[in-house]
């Protein structure tokens, strides 16, 4: 079975700060992970996504995870908050099971960013 | 821009209706997921469909169900709506491996 904790369900930076949203998964088989943005009122924007290659993954608007096996994360960073980073994060964690690939969805990190 | 396009935008249905909720792929896209996403929460994955044919589930009872048409669109139907049926309702793409590609939702509110 496959799962995803996401540790906080809001966080709050100042802008220029740096941003850490944090990614704990449980996969029986090896994982494709992602993060995910999403916006008020939208539908979820691919962030960045890792599918066994590189363990640092660079992704959109700044943002970089690391995937570290021994510890289960994935963990969403970037160097300098910006007000309009302000969004809803989610981790999500894929497998192939039963013939079929599905997301499998953390609760959300709420970012907020203050001047 | 992901190409996948959802409609409509809004929905209020009252208990017992029934609900179509489509949603329009980009061309090849071939695998299309349907996931539920309440308030304050992350999406659930309600089921998805290969080449028209479903070929997953999740945790959704069978007033859930959906088509997928040759034209890489689909359609969400549900059955006797309940209110715990009020949630925004995602459509994802996939032209093949493990990405998928998110419309912007439809918005369900049950009375």
């Known amino acids: 079975a496959q799962s995803v904790t996401q540790l906080g369900s809001h966080v709050s930076v100042s802008e220029g700060a740096l941003v850490l949203l944090r990614c704990n998964y449980s996969?029986?088989?090896?994982?494709?992970l992602f993060w995910y943005v999403q916006y008020p009122n939208q539908g979820l924007q691919l962030l960045l996504k890792?599918?066994?290659?590189?363990?640092l993954v660079k992704g959109i608007n700044g943002f970089e995870a690391e995937f570290k096996k021994s510890e289960t994360s994935f963990h969403l960073t970037k160097p300098s908050a910006h007000m309009s980073d302000a969004a809803e994060y989610f981790c999500?964690?894929?497998?192939?099971?039963?013939?079929?690939?599905?997301?499998?969805f953390g609760a959300g990190t709420r970012l907020a960013v203050h001047p | 821009e992901t190409g996948v396009t959802q409609s409509p935008t809004h929905l209020i249905k009252t208990r017992g209706q029934q609900v179509t909720l489509r949603c329009s792929s980009q061309?090849?896209?071939?695998?299309v997921s349907w996931y539920q996403q309440a308030l304050g929460q992350g999406p659930q994955f309600i089921f998805q469909y290969y080449r028209e044919e479903e070929n997953g589930r999740g945790n959704f009872p069978p007033r859930f169900s959906g088509l997928q048409f040759p034209n890489y669109s689909s359609e969400l139907n549900v059955n006797a709506l309940e209110l715990d049926d009020s949630a925004l309702y995602l459509c994802a793409s996939t032209p093949g491996g493990d990405t998928q590609y998110f419309g912007p939702g439809t918005r369900l509110t049950v009375l």
């Open positions: 890792y599918t066994s290659a590189a363990t």
């Open positions: 999500a964690v894929s497998g192939l099971s039963g013939g079929y690939n599905k997301l499998i």
């Open positions: 996969s029986s088989v090896p994982p494709y």
């Open positions: 061309s090849g896209h071939n695998t």
